[in-house]
Structure formats: structure tokens, C-alpha cells
């Protein structure tokens, strides 16, 4: 049961491009979870998705941020035109997401964004 | 929010030592999980306690919660070098979201 893959491992963009992050879940999992990570801090909550659903995208930026879970597929983490302050690690997460709503969370290895 | 404060920010300490981290929290939890992180890779979940639970134990971790100060503590016994990372408490609220603490950088001098 292969774990949580998340590709591009690293990415490149130029200020004013596009950054499409994948997440494929664990087997099973039907539960994702966005988080981005500044150098020496702690994981920041983006938001929060179920298939074909958005449950929490509290922590998303207002602008040029989208995320999406369809049906078949892996989740994309989407950022348009990046800027110099997106540069970050990206980590996707996955859960079974128990009955009482409890569970751990399964990280992929994350995605390094550094935008020039 | 119920976000995870730990304390202290960093610490060192020497092979075979136990380090102890602790983690505050603001409101009401359902549980209260503990996740390690080395260097340049993903967390990986060490340890979860639930709301009603006081004390657990997986092997040479022991995680302690109080409700009533909204605190937890994560003991590692016998450190090791390779122990060295970065630790976080994630508090879980009713809305399944996980909230995480800035981390704990621990060194352990072989």
C-alpha cells in the first residue's frame, strides 16, 4: 500500500506563472489535507477536502489559491500567477477519517516551491 | 483556534537523556496527536491521545494530557541521535481539522 505521493517533489516557477501541486491519498483514504511551510516554522492550515467536496478552506488566501478533489484523480493544490512569497513546502495529507472523527494523518513528502 | 503551542522552541540534549516537550493548546479538543519531522521530509504521526485519556505509552514515548490546563507533554525515554528532529502537537477540533504548533527542534548529541 504505496503511502501518500505528492508530485513535483520540487518546482520552479517565475514570478507570474502557474504552480499545479498533486496529491495522490493513501488507498482508501478519502480525506486530504492542504499545509504549507515557511522555513522553520510550523505547518499552516490551507484547507480541507473530501472527493468532489470542500469541507474547510479557511486558510486559503483569498486570491489566486485554489484547491479541488475530483471523483477520479489526485487533489491539486493550484496557485496562479506565484510571487515571491509562495516559495514553500506544500504537504498533502490523508486520513480514513474515523466515525467519531478522529485519526491520524498520513503526510506525503511535500512539494518545495521556489519561485525566482 | 486550537492551535498547538510547544515549548521549549529547541532543546539539547545528550544520548541517553529524556527529553521532555510540551504542548499548549486554546479550546476544546476531541484528541491530541504528536508528529515528528526530519529534516526536508514529511511528518510522520508518532502518537494520538483522546479527550478522555490521561496517559499513553508506545514504546520509549510517553504522552501525558490535561484537559483541565489544556496541556500535553511528550516524554522520550533513553534518547537516541537519531530522535534528532523536529517534533509538533497537532490539536484535532470538532471540525476533523488538525491545527499545528510551531515544533520542537530536538538535538541529541551522540
Redesign the interface.
Known sequence: NAG?MQNPRHLVRRRGQEARLRCSPMKGHS?V?W?RQLPE?????MV?LQKENI??ESGMPKERFSAEFPKEGPSILRIQQVVRGDSAAY?C?SSP?LA???????????SRLTVL | SQQGEEDPQALSIQEGENATMNCSYKTSI??L?W?RQNSG?????LI?I?SNEREKHSGRLRVTLDTSKKSSSLLITASRAADTASY?C?A?G??????????ITLSVRP
Open positions: 501518500v480525506h489535507y499545509y516554522e510550523g505547518l499552516k492550515f480541507y469541507i474547510d504537504f495529507a477519517r467519531d472523527g478522529t485519526g491520524e494523518l498520513f503526510f506525503g513528502e511535500g | 476531541n484528541n496527536q508528529y521530509r514529511g511528518l510522520v504521526h494520538l483522546r509538533f497537532a484535532t470538532a471540525n476533523s481539522k488538525l491545527t499545528f504548533g510551531k515544533g
